[in-house]
């Protein structure tokens, strides 16, 4: 069972100008899959990068399971680009995360997002895709209750990004960890979350929360159309 | 005669002068003591340098602390630091090798602080958000990222420190290459020393084809796969 997320942000500024999250209260349900989505620049990432611990200069409180985030456990965490560190094989990418995690554990996590027979390669000899499962099977790894998505399709051609949703449904499902999605896309949002927060504004603040029903991954064409065009219907009014 | 034998000896003449010294003479002797007052002097100076520019790279503090010191360091002529030590300390072994970690120190300490401050942002962030440990971090991350500034710091390090060496031999010291050298000098025996300075060149070539290549390709093969 994933943990609850309870953020309340009072003031979260970079510069002189208007705060980018002010007075912003958001509360994720255990083991449900949030989107955040909204426009580049409206503070997605920061507060990703805030369930994650690693901005902690903020005033307010992020809260994982009651408690603080930067002292939570780590969560499994994809970045915009897959990050893997150039001189480590994929297998030694998904281990260094975390000290308990044996070869064996490593290769069967690189099975399971289709990347048997890889192991050794160098992330130079891989390509985009298979970089990107490797960040997703290092995310994994850690055994997190908690995982954080920060915009894991960009700049991937759309089939690609159809075969990563399918390994990250399946992951997600066998699971069952409490995950936040940052997106600008809402065709993503529609494909892997129970419920979409739309952003938007300086200071950012919420626009349109909408809670599906149906079941991600075992939703219809038309069910996903229809979700998409409600998220950027309630994006574009914004703008 | 435009070449004088005497100024200009022939390749065979050379090699026949350095089988001399190799079988009559003390070149081995020489090139022994050069080389043992040289691995001592680049090992104390790239594993103090390396500790100094981790410090630099990581804290401003530190890094005001001895930015002026290099800056000297970098600029002051070898063969100033090498007087002075000898005045102070006497024509002693330790005053010699101290001569040449003090002049190889700030470049060693300059490169690792550069090599530091590249360390890319992101993968701190990686470490960060997976909480990885100080070692695991330092080994896993910082470390690989340092390595081809290690590797150049150790390249130019060696090639500095083995004419330092020569030079502060012939300034004062009981023997070596360069003491060897000096004594040629003043006989005008050219064909002496060009026999130790092949033989040096040889014992040089060694270490950078055998030891140095070798190394490099070991280590940074993730790189060379590319």
């Not at chain 2, 063969?79 to 102070?88: F, H, K, N, P, R």
């Not at chain 2, 300390?89 to 003090?102: M, N, Q, S, W, Y």
């Not at chain 2, 470049?107 to 997976?130: H, M, N, Q, W």
């Not at chain 2, 080994?139 to 060496?165: D, E, H, M, N």
Request: overall charge positive.
């Amino acid at each position: 069972m994933g943990p609850q997320l309870d953020i309340e942000i009072e003031g979260k500024r970079f510069d002189v100008l208007a705060p980018l999250l002010a007075d912003f209260s958001l509360t994720v349900a255990p083991s449900s899959v949030l989107a955040l989505v909204g426009p580049s620049g409206v503070g997605k990432s920061t507060l990703l990068r805030m369930i994650g611990g690693i901005d902690t200069v903020f005033r307010g409180r992020v809260l994982v399971d009651g408690v603080s985030a930067a002292a939570a456990p780590p969560p499994g965490f994809v970045f915009q680009d897959p990050r893997l560190l150039p001189w480590l094989t994929a297998l030694d990418n998904v281990r260094i995360v975390r000290e308990a995690t044996t070869r064996e554990a490593a290769a069967a996590m690189l099975r399971r997002v289709g990347l048997a027979g890889y192991e050794n390669a160098y992330p130079h000899q891989l390509s985009g895709g298979m970089q990107r499962r490797v960040a997703i099977a290092r995310a994994f790894s850690v055994n997190s209750s908690l995982l954080l998505l920060d915009e894991p399709f960009v700049s991937l051609d759309r089939s690609l990004v159809q075969e990563i949703e399918g390994v990250l449904t399946g992951l997600l499902d066998a699971t069952q960890p409490t995950t936040v999605l940052v997106t600008h896309l809402p065709e993503d949002a529609a494909m892997l979350a129970d419920r979409a927060v739309v952003l938007a504004g300086r200071p950012a603040h919420i626009v349109a929360d909408f809670k599906f029903e149906s079941r991600r991954g075992a939703r219809s064409r038309a069910e996903l159309e229809h979700i998409t065009n409600q998220i950027a219907a309630a994006s574009l009014e914004r703008a | 005669m435009l070449f004088p034998a005497r100024l200009f000896p022939t390749p065979v003449d050379v090699a026949v002068q350095i089988w001399e010294h190799l079988t009559e003479g003390k070149l081995l002797a020489d090139l022994a003591k050069t080389l043992t007052r040289a691995f001592i002097a680049f090992f104390v100076a790239m594993t103090l340098g390396t500790a100094i520019g981790i410090a630099c790279g990581r804290s401003r503090v530190v890094d005001r602390l001895f930015s002026t010191w290099v800056v000297i360091g970098l600029n002051l002529p070898a063969i100033v630091v090498a007087i002075m030590l000898y005045i102070w300390l006497g024509l002693t072994e330790f005053a010699l090798i101290l001569a040449v970690v003090l002049n190889k120190l700030p470049l060693v300490i300059v490169t690792i602080r550069e090599g530091v401050r590249s360390f890319s942002a992101e993968y701190d962030e990686l470490a960060r958000a997976y909480r990885l440990s100080f070692w695991r971090r330092f080994i896993y991350v910082g470390t690989p990222q340092l390595t081809p500034f290690i590797l150049a710091a150790a390249r130019t390090g060696l090639s500095l420190i083995w004419k330092i060496v020569l030079v502060f031999e012939v300034l004062g010291s009981d023997g070596g290459v360069g003491f060897r050298i000096s004594t040629f000098f003043q006989f005008f025996d050219i064909k002496g020393v060009l026999s130790y300075s092949t033989a040096f060149i040889a014992i040089v070539f060694i270490f950078e084809y055998l030891i140095l290549r070798p190394l490099e390709r070991r280590i940074l093969r993730w790189r060379e796969e590319r």
